[in-house]
Every structure is written in C-alpha cells, then in structure tokens.
C-alpha cells in the first residue's frame, strides 16, 4: 500500500515538548485518543526501550521513534513537528524537527518494514521541506507530508526525469545508428516516462514494468508493454528475464539487434544503455526457445513460478527468510524420480482446482513452501504434489562453491529429464533457473 495510506490528518500536531521522550510521549498520546484500546504507558515503554538500544534520529532534522506490539493491527502512524528543534541522542548536532511516531504488530514484520522504508524513502532530504516547516497547525502538516509521499509515489523528479530523457534520446540515436530491431525500456514503475513521445525511435519500442505500480495513462507512447512482478530483483538481471520474456513472445528473432535501457540498482532514473545481438548475447535465454513457444511449458506458468519465488524471497514467512524448490514440465518422467517426504497436500483435488495460475491458491502454496522437498508441476500448470524428495542419479555441471542440497536436487532433476528446475536460496533471496542439469539463468536481489 502507498504511504498516504497510513496517513490520518487526526493524527498530527505541532509538538508543545522540550525533550525526546517528552515528544514521545506527546505523541503516543495523541495515537492513544484514536486508539483507546491501547495502553499509553505499554506503548510508550516499548519505544523508550527501542530508542534507547538504537536512537532512532535517521536524519539530523528527522527522528521516527517506533515498536512493534503483540495484536497491534496494521501500522499506525502519527507525526509532530517541533520547528526550534530537540536534541536527540548522542549526537550534539542533532536537532530534530520532525518526530515520526510508527507502531506496528509483532508478527508482521513486512508490513511495518515496507512502511518504514517508505517514511525513510519519502524524507530522504537533507533539509527539512520547507513545506513542512511552515505548517501553522495538524491538518497543514498532514497535507505537507501527504504531499511529499505523493511526489515520491509518482517518482516523477524533475533532475531525474531530465536526465532519463537525455539518455532514452541517446538511446534512440544508437537504435538508428546500429539498425536495432527494437528499443526496450525497463522500468520499476511507468509513470515519468511520458518525454518517450517526443523522441520517435526508428525501430519498434517495448517497456517492461512492474505491475505493482498502477499505470494511470493508457497512452504510454510505447509499441508494447510487459509486465514482469520480481520484486527487488538487480536490473541487470530483470534484463535477463525480459528478454526471456520477449523470445517467447516472438518479439525477438535470431538476427535482432537490440537498444536497452534501464537504471542501475536503487536509481530512480533510467541511467544505463546495452547494446545485445540476440544470436550471440541471448543463447542461455535462447536455449528455452523451443519449450516456451511450442508451448511444452507455458511461458504464463514459468512467470508465475518466477513471481511466487521473487514473492517469497522478498517476504519471507512469518518474518524469516525461505528457501524452496519448484520443478516443472516433463512430468511422466519427473514422477520416477522422486518420492514424497509427507503426505502430498494436493493429492485428490481435480486440476483446474490445483493449477499454478489460479491467484488464490497463492497463499497455500506459499505455507506448503515451508515443507521440505520440491513443488513438482505439469507444464500446463497442474500442481502434481509438494514435499516431493529428488532422487535423480544423474548429476550435471559442478555446483558453485556454497550451493547446498536443494539446488543439487534442482540442478540433478534437470539432467535427467527434460524438466526445468527454479531454485529460491534461503540465505541469499537467488533464484536460479536449470535446464539439461546447468544454471540458465539467476536472478539475484537488489540489496
């Protein structure tokens, strides 16, 4: 959810204290007037005792104070602002003016870190807004911080955008300069781009976003536009899987030249410009070809696959990291080389009941990720079983250094049978793609 969603204009004030803790609890006050169920000394304690293991000044004008409680609910936030400053902390030259107040639910670990990042992302300033500052009462606060999430949820910067623009316009030149057969874009989140119109390329023009993001204009000046949900995923390596993408598209042929272009890790702009030949620079993507196009594994199956796994080594389960192991195609013989570990959870159901591409089955196959062993699909997306043991006996290339027993049994199945195997590591958030028993593809987390 964006941040604006957690923003209550009820829950803002001009803060009347001297001190942090004072500020503090000022404002777990003012949560608890909206909140009677809450006790205000529970609540304050567990920020003192937070606040004082690590001060929570993120900024030497911004400080957000913050715990997480037993059946708290969603995150609740509340903000003061405080213009001749507080001394904060250690640090002599911290004199906060605006004091964050965020309480989440202890089991929900996601929820309360996406927030936090949002707050951190949002008031990443070196100065305090102006706007902020001359807030005259709660409700103009309310609107001045409103606004700056929404500015930050648009990613629309002026410096950023220009320099986007610059570079796509270079991009275009090298497209007509070396015959490219297409330009592709990828960006995080579409809006921003719309200076695409007045820059027409030579040569057919594709965007790959995330569907995250809501795409408010339905004329984005771009020939084609694909969606590809890895949350988090490097973009050199969203790269990859685009252009996986685009060859089971038909988007692409042997012979195509292709411009892309997209931003370096936690860049808000498109800063960067490769030039590929699909024949010489796309041949693990191109070794797929053959089973995605004639339709042997569906391309919608392997995305969903792919979007599970990035899902699930974004979030974790219950707060911790997760590893599992998803097997599919060629299973008449996949079946003869494994065996259960439990009892198959999807024995029994019909298929269409058990398919893959059914959204709301996203859950559970989420929790049976829990279980040891592999999730074995058909190509068309039929869940065969979860907690399947591999014990294929045919070995392919050596596993890099630090690679333990899931990826062997998802590298072992693949050399075997015909079979693709995605690989998500527990300590690394990795997905690794195998086909004829060698790594096709990984796909590793920003940090």
């Given at each position: 959810m964006p941040l604006a969603h957690y923003l209550n204009a009820i829950r803002f004030c001009l803060l009347k204290s001297e001190t942090a803790e004072a500020a503090i609890g000022e404002l777990v006050d003012l949560l608890c007037e909206t909140r009677p169920n809450l006790n205000a000394s529970t609540?304050?304690?567990?920020?003192?005792?937070?606040?004082?293991d690590v001060g929570t000044n993120i900024s030497s004008w911004?400080?957000?104070?913050?715990?997480r409680l037993p059946?708290?609910?969603?995150?609740?936030?509340?903000v003061g602002l405080c213009r001749q400053g507080l001394a904060w902390g250690a640090s002599s030259e911290c004199s906060v003016q605006l004091v964050v107040l965020l309480i989440g639910d202890e089991a929900d670990r996601h929820d309360f870190l996406s927030v936090l990042a949002m707050l951190a992302r949002t008031l990443q300033h070196r100065t305090i807004p102006p706007s902020l500052l001359s807030a005259e009462n709660g409700e103009e606060l309310y609107r001045a911080l409103l606004q700056c999430a929404s500015s930050d949820e648009d990613g629309v910067d002026s410096d950023g955008q220009a320099a986007s623009e610059a570079v796509y316009e270079s991009a275009c030149s090298m497209a007509e300069k070396t015959g490219a057969g297409c330009l592709l874009v990828i960006a995080d989140q579409p809006s921003g781009l719309d200076f695409a119109?007045?820059?027409?390329?030579?040569?057919q023009t594709l965007l790959v976003t995330n569907p995250r993001h809501q795409i408010n204009s339905p004329d984005l000046p771009f020939d084609h536009l694909f969606e590809i949900p890895l949350h988090g995923i490097l973009p050199r390596h969203a790269l990859d899987f685009a252009l996986l993408l685009l060859i089971s598209r038909n988007r692409l042929t042997l012979d195509d030249t292709i411009v892309c272009l997209y931003g370096s890790s936690g860049a808000a702009r498109l800063d960067t410009i490769r030039l590929l030949n699909a024949g010489e620079d796309l041949?693990?993507?191109?070794t797929l070809r053959e089973e995605l196009v004639?339709?042997?594994?569906?391309?919608?199956?392997?995305?969903?696959?792919?979007?599970l796994a990035s899902e699930l080594a974004h979030e974790g389960r219950e707060g911790k990291p997760i590893g599992t192991?998803?097997?599919v195609g060629d299973y008449e013989q996949v079946q003869h080389q494994c065996h259960q570990m439990v009892i198959n959870p999807f024995k029994g159901y019909s298929d269409h009941e058990k398919n893959i591409l059914d959204p709301s089955l996203a859950e559970t196959i989420k929790e049976f990720a829990h279980i040891d062993g592999a999730f074995v699909i058909r190509g068309d997306g039929v869940i065969m079983s979860a907690g399947s043991f591999i014990r294929a006996?045919?070995?392919?290339?050596?596993?890099q250094g630090g690679l333990g027993a899931r990826h062997t049994a998802g590298q072992a199945i693949t050399a075997c049978t015909n079979a693709l195997s995605l690989v998500l590591s527990e300590s690394t958030g990795t997905l690794t793609l195998y086909k004829n028993g060698s790594s096709m593809l990984s796909l590793k987390r920003g940090s």
């Open positions: 609540v304050l304690e567990a920020v003192l005792v937070r606040e004082h911004l400080a957000v104070p913050h715990a059946d708290f609910g969603h995150p609740q936030i509340t119109a007045n820059h027409p390329a030579p040569c041949r693990v993507p191109l004639s339709g042997i594994i569906d391309f919608q199956v392997l995305l969903r696959i792919f979007t192991l998803f097997v006996e045919v070995m392919g290339e050596q596993l």
